[in-house]
């Protein structure tokens, strides 16, 4: 059982389109992180968020953590091609840092 | 942001044979190194976190004795994967950080194909 789990596994949307991911926990994170990772290379840090209710915004994307800090979302508007890559959700555990299983994006123009 | 810097970028080694992979924190001390497997579209496994001048916390079903782990300055951890299988060809990750609760910045990952 992953400590996070992240939902969907895979997307396919259309340009224009807006989406949202998941990632939900039955523990109490200090803060959860969002990451973008294209192939062969490693994460790249979209944001974090540590307030619970916390809501944060990067140009279209929209992050959250949810009040009880056990789930945050990223929501995409008006997704583009440029968007396509693997999200990952990550919270610190313990001196740990753990990422759910993924979400692969494509968006096809 | 800060530099993590991970060499090689990728290596292609005989099965039998061992591989060293190096991580560097270029601009900070990184009292902290994690060291990541992943798949070919699956999210980051960690194998192991290493404190630098400690040993490392191997975790569950990470063969230490396979994947050795030395982090023995506050900017390179190193891990090598001895005696090197193909079920061992994956893309490796190394993360660094100053302390706890600080933003972990990552390496460009390597990418080992065993033969």
């Known amino acids: 059982t992953q400590l996070l789990e992240q939902s969907p596994q895979f997307l396919s949307i259309q340009e224009g389109e807006n989406l949202t991911v998941y990632c939900n926990s039955s523990?109490?994170?200090?803060?959860l992180q969002w990451y973008r990772q294209e192939p062969g290379e490693g994460p790249v840090l979209l944001v974090t968020?540590?307030?619970?209710?916390e809501v944060k915004k990067l140009k279209r994307l929209t992050f959250q953590f949810g009040d009880a800090r056990k789930d945050s979302s990223l929501h995409i508007t008006a997704a583009q091609p440029g968007d396509t890559g693997l999200y990952l959700c990550?919270?610190?555990?313990?001196?740990?840092?753990?990422f759910g299983a993924g979400t692969i994006l494509r968006v096809k123009s | 942001g800060a530099v993590v810097s991970q060499h090689p970028s990728w290596v292609i080694c005989k099965s039998g044979t061992s591989v060293k992979i190096e991580c560097r924190s270029l601009?900070?001390?990184?009292?902290?190194m994690f060291w990541y497997r992943q798949f070919p579209k699956q999210s980051l496994m960690l194998m192991a976190t290493?404190?630098?001048?400690?040993?490392?916390?191997?975790e569950q079903g990470v063969e230490k004795d396979k994947f050795l782990i030395n982090h023995a300055s506050l900017t390179l951890s190193t891990l090598t994967v001895t005696s090197a299988h193909p079920e061992d060809s994956s893309f490796y990750i190394c993360s660094a950080r100053a302390s706890m609760n600080t933003e972990a910045f990552f390496g460009q990952g390597t990418r080992l194909t065993v033969v």
């Open positions: 523990s109490v994170f200090s803060s």
């Open positions: 990550a919270g610190e555990y313990g001196n740990k840092l753990v």
């Open positions: 290493s404190n630098e001048g400690s040993k490392a916390t191997y």
């Open positions: 968020v540590v307030t619970g209710g």
């Open positions: 601009d900070f001390q990184a009292t902290t």
